[in-house]
C-alpha cells in the first residue's frame, strides 16, 4: 500500500525521493524527524501531520494549507517563536503504530497564492519555516530517508474514511470499535438504521430478517434499487447492497426469537424494528436474558379527522441494569390486539429514515460520541408539532 500510494501520487514521490520520512497513518501523511530550535535554541525532534483526502483508493490530495504539529512552538535564532505560523493548540489521535507522533500544535500559514500547488510545496514550505533555524544553527537535516512502509489502513472500511479524519473525530469514532451491533428487522425503520449503522465504525453488525423484499418494500428502503432484488429476502438484497462498503458485516435471512441465543452471542448492543407485539416479546426475553443492552423503535401513524397524518415515533433505551423494570412500564407493545387485524400499518419513508436516525443518536449517545445531558430512555416525536419530550427518571417500584 505504502508504494502504492507513493507511486500514485508524483507530489508524495518527490518526499520520499528527497529523503523526508514518510509515513501513512489511516487519513494522515506523517512526517517525522523534523527538526527545530526551543526556546534556548536547543535542538529538538518534531512530526507533521497533514490530512489526505482520497480522491480513490490510490491517488490523494490535500485538503487545506493547514498542517498538525508533534512538538512545542519552534523558535528563529535570536530565541523568539517563529511568527506567522497562525499557532493553535491541538490534538490529533493517531493509531497506535503513531503513539509517538502527539500532536500539540496547528499551524496555518497560507501562500500569497492562495493554496499550496501540492504536498512538495506544502511539506517543503512549513520545513523551511520551522527547520531553516535548526538547520543554520546545528547542521540538522530532515532528510533521513527514514520511510515506514508499513501503511495503517481501516479494517472495518473498504473505502478511506476521509469524513473522520476531516472532521478530526478520530478519538470519538474509537468508542466504537470494540461493538458488535445487532438489527432484528429490516423492515422500513430498520433498513434505514442499517444504513446508518453501516457507515458507524462498528466492529461488526448483525442483521437479521427473514421476509422477502417486496415492491412495497423499495419505497422505505434506502439506496439504489434492482428490479432483480423482488423476492430475495430482505438479508439477501441488504447483504448484497452493502458488502462492498465495510467489513464485519453479517447479513441472514433469519427470524429471531427467544431461542436465538447462538445468533446474539457476542452482541454488545442491538436494535429491535419490528411491529409484531408477540415478536417484539420473544426479542426482549432473549436480549434481557442475555444482558445486552438494547434500543426499540415504534411508529404509529394514523388518519385524523382532518383526513390528515398524525402519530408518534418511539425510540426507547433499555439499558442492560434496567431492562426488565422497564419493559414493565409497557411502553412497547408486546401482544396484538384484536383489532390489529383490521389496522392499516402506515409506514412513510422519511418517518421512517427520522425514526432510524433518533435511535442512533440515542446509541451514539450512549457509547458517549455525542453529548448526553439527559440520560433520556423514552422518546417521543410528535408529527402535527414536531415536538419531541422524553423520559429521562426512571421509577422501578
Known amino acids: 500500500m505504502f508504494k502504492k500510494l507513493v507511486s500514485h501520487n508524483d507530489d508524495i514521490r518527490r518526499l520520499v525521493e528527497k529523503g523526508y520520512a514518510i509515513a501513512f497513518d489511516s487519513n494522515y501523511l506523517v512526517i517525522r524527524d523534523i527538526p527545530y530550535l526551543d526556546s534556548g535554541r536547543n535542538l529538538q525532534d518534531g512530526a507533521i501531520a497533514t490530512k489526505l483526502v482520497f480522491i480513490d483508493q490510490e491517488r490523494v490530495s490535500q485538503e487545506n494549507h493547514q498542517i498538525f504539529f508533534a512538538g512545542s512552538h519552534p523558535h528563529g535564532l535570536d530565541g523568539m517563536p517563529i511568527p506567522n505560523l497562525g499557532a493553535q493548540p491541538a490534538q490529533l489521535a493517531m493509531s497506535e503504530a503513531s503513539k509517538d507522533v502527539v500532536v500539540q500544535l496547528a499551524f496555518s500559514n497560507k501562500p500569497s497564492s492562495g493554496g499550496f500547488p501540492d504536498f512538495f510545496a506544502k511539506i517543503e514550505s512549513y520545513v523551511g519555516i520551522i527547520s531553516g533555524p535548526a538547520i543554520e544553527l546545528h547542521g540538522a537535516t530532515p532528510y533521513t530517508f527514514r520511510a515506514v512502509e508499513s501503511v495503517i489502513t481501516d479494517s472495518i472500511f473498504k473505502f478511506h474514511d476521509t469524513l473522520t479524519s476531516r472532521a478530526e473525530i478520530v478519538d470519538l469514532a474509537a468508542k466504537f470499535q470494540n461493538d458488535v451491533v445487532a438489527v432484528i428487522g429490516l423492515g422500513g425503520t430498520g433498513a434505514y438504521l442499517l444504513d446508518f449503522l453501516v457507515k458507524t465504525p462498528v466492529r461488526e453488525i448483525r442483521g437479521f430478517d427473514h421476509d422477502a423484499f417486496q415492491v412495497h418494500t423499495s419505497f422505505r428502503s434506502p439506496g439504489r434499487v434492482e428490479s432483480d432484488e423482488f423476492g430475495k429476502t430482505k438479508g439477501e438484497v441488504y447483504l448484497k447492497r452493502y458488502e462492498n462498503f465495510r467489513n464485519g458485516l453479517l447479513i441472514e435471512s433469519k427470524l429471531i426469537d427467544a431461542s436465538s441465543s447462538s445468533e446474539v452471542q457476542g452482541v454488545t448492543f442491538a436494535f429491535v424494528c419490528v411491529d409484531k407485539g408477540p415478536s417484539r416479546a420473544g426479542i426482549f426475553e ?112
Not at 458517549?368 to 417500584?397: H, P, R, T
Open 286 to 397: 432473549l436480549l434481557i436474558a442475555n444482558q445486552i443492552p438494547f434500543i426499540d423503535v415504534g411508529m404509529g401513524l394514523k388518519r385524523t379527522e382532518s383526513g390528515l397524518l398524525n402519530g408518534q415515533l418511539r425510540t426507547t433505551y433499555y439499558a442492560s441494569d434496567n431492562a426488565k423494570a422497564l419493559r414493565e412500564k409497557h411502553l412497547a407493545p408486546l401482544a396484538d390486539g384484536a383489532e390489529d387485524i383490521y389496522r392499516v400499518n402506515i409506514q412513510i419513508s422519511e418517518l421512517n429514515a427520522l425514526n432510524a436516525a433518533l435511535a442512533v443518536i440515542r446509541f451514539k449517545q450512549v457509547r458517549g460520541f455525542y453529548q448526553d445531558d439527559a440520560a433520556i430512555y423514552n422518546m417521543l416525536f410528535e408529527i402535527c408539532d414536531l415536538k419531541n419530550v422524553g423520559e429521562s427518571s426512571l421509577d422501578e417500584n
